[in-house]
């Protein structure tokens, strides 16, 4: 008996180890690949400086989905993503930002696999993310922040690459309409010899039938622009009819008011070059790569440049309407959000900043301006205060309020959506305005041509028939949608229109020439 348990004791002794051995994992050691990457600076010194943290964990994201193994050995997979690289140019990205080294061959092979890669991954987040950090130049806030992981969409992407190069680059290129169309534009333009002409010397304004000596040279630009359908003949100094509503139609292809009176706002943008404006497509290209990230195929889109918002259904605009954004000292914010409520019929409590710097001198000038307006003041926990009460030169935590009415500037609807700034859509009494261009004349807030009609876009037909009953009491009421609606608002100053042409607005709050200077220049 004792001699059987020894042997099983024996046995048991021998299996031991073999089970604990067959437990174990089996750890294989780093690959070449895997030892450069985890001392990139050491190994390959000249590739240190070109590679910050989030492209060195592109990197290891990458060669480690590909088993960590060399990657470009054969010369077909780098010609194929030499040609890539050469048509970004059509995206406005510079070819050169991404050098591949001439023969891989020669120097250190491993380190030669991994800076092509490192070039092909930086080119791949360029084209899909943009090249610039928004959020450095034109920030834009997310009641939401993004959960998407770029590096890991730049991997994925990259990865379709290594069978399919131009796949990789088209996926990695924005789908966005407004992305592809003006990309098209600018590949064609880019090609063209650039036009050269002398500026248009400033004057009086020009009104239709006026004789002035600029109106010569006003004519040939306007032929070569396309404005005009033939060359004008002789030297006249009218400015006769064709000639104004050619002018008209440059206006209009320019957000601008489209009158025909040559005023300053006209004449600078006749005096854009054709390099710049040539630039102001790329600036946007890069703008639009930004926006694309931001995109639903519902909603809300606020060009706020241009001062006009497109309504989208299946990722196509269907209905547009002309707005009125924020002045310069004053601008419209950037911003992404869901529109949730609507107010009827609303109230508008006065912000600080338009108390502080319009309202209150204008109680200190004229003790009626009160009454004129229907405003109400309160204390700061809105209660009703008489206004003899209140010390105008030094009135503290005050609010002033004004009722619903036909000259409240909130006009009979208020569209809702969070955000810390305070800002929304809303109808307006200053309907006049619309027909101007520019259009930045409020304090902030967005101001809507055609309320109703979008209200009738954001509701169905209950809570259409329902919102009308509450407005035409009067009262104030707050309205929630059944159905929160993206809203995304914007910038930028030049996209293609349904026609095919390109459709420029001025940059009112002066932001194309950071951004021509962050991106250099492309030859």
């Known amino acids: 008996m004792f001699k059987k348990h020894a042997c099983y004791l024996s046995i048991c002794l021998l299996v031991a180890p073999l089970v604990a051995m067959a437990e174990d994992p089996v750890i294989e050691p780093p690959s070449p690949v895997q030892l450069a990457l985890a001392q990139l600076s050491s190994v390959c010194p000249g590739l240190a400086g070109q590679v910050d943290a989030p492209g060195e964990r592109r990197l290891q994201l990458f060669y480690q989905q590909q088993g960590n193994v060399a990657l470009w050995a054969g010369n077909e997979r780098r010609s194929a993503l030499q040609a890539q690289l050469q ?22 092979v491993l380190c030669t696999d991994i800076g092509i890669s490192q070039h092909y991954l930086q080119a791949l987040q360029d084209l899909h993310y943009g090249r610039l950090q928004q959020a450095r130049f034109e920030p834009l806030w997310h009641s939401q922040p993004p959960t998407r992981d770029p590096d890991a969409e730049v991997v994925a992407i990259a990865a379709v690459g290594l069978q399919d190069m131009a796949k990789a680059f088209d996926q990695a290129r924005p789908d966005a309409q407004l992305y592809r169309s003006l990309r098209k534009a600018y590949a064609a333009l880019r090609l063209q010899p650039l036009a050269h002409w002398e500026a248009l010397a400033s004057g009086p304004l020009l009104r239709p039938g006026m004789e002035d000596s600029r109106v010569p040279e006003l004519a040939r630009r306007l032929f070569n622009g396309g404005y005009l359908a033939s060359a004008p003949a002789g030297t006249s100094k009218k400015y006769r009819v064709e000639l104004v509503n050619a002018v008209k139609a440059f206006q209009q292809g320019h957000s601008l008011q489209a009158d025909g009176v040559i005023g300053p706002g006209t004449l600078a943008e006749f005096n854009v070059s054709p390099a710049v404006r040539r630039e102001q497509l790329r600036v946007n290209l890069e703008r639009f790569r930004w926006l694309a990230q931001d995109l639903e195929p519902e909603g809300v889109l606020v060009n706020v440049a241009a001062a006009q918002l497109s309504f989208y259904q299946g990722g196509v605009p269907v209905w547009q309407t002309r707005l009125q954004v924020g002045r310069a000292e004053r601008q419209t914010p950037l911003l992404k959000s869901v529109i949730t409520r609507l107010t009827l019929n609303p109230t508008w409590t006065i912000p600080p900043t338009i108390l502080r710097e319009d309202k209150l001198p204008a109680i200190r000038l004229n003790p009626e301006y009160l009454r004129q307006q229907n405003l109400q003041v309160l204390d700061s926990k809105g209660n009703p205060l008489a206004p003899e009460q209140v010390d105008w030169s030094r009135p503290g935590n005050i609010l002033l309020r004004q009722g619903a009415g036909p000259r409240n500037p909130l006009g009979r609807i208020v569209l809702r959506f969070p955000n810390p700034y305070s800002v929304y859509l809303h109808d307006t009494p200053s309907q006049q305005l619309f027909s101007k261009g ?82 250099g220049s492309v030859l």
Do not use: M
């Open 438 to 519: 520019p259009r930045a004349f409020s304090s902030g807030c967005v101001r809507v041509e055609e309320p109703l009609h979008l209200r009738d876009l954001l509701v169905g037909p209950a809570e259409r028939a329902r919102t009308d009953e509450l407005i035409a009491t009067g009262a104030t009421h707050e309205f929630r949608l059944a159905t929160p609606v993206p809203v995304l608002l914007g910038y930028w100053t030049v996209q293609v229109d349904s026609q095919g042409a390109l459709l420029y607005a001025p940059d009112i709050y002066g932001r194309d020439p950071a951004l021509f200077k962050a991106l």
């Open 87 to 108: 048509l970004l140019a059509d995206d406005g990205l510079d070819p050169a930002h991404y050098p591949l080294p001439v023969d891989a061959t020669t120097g250190n």
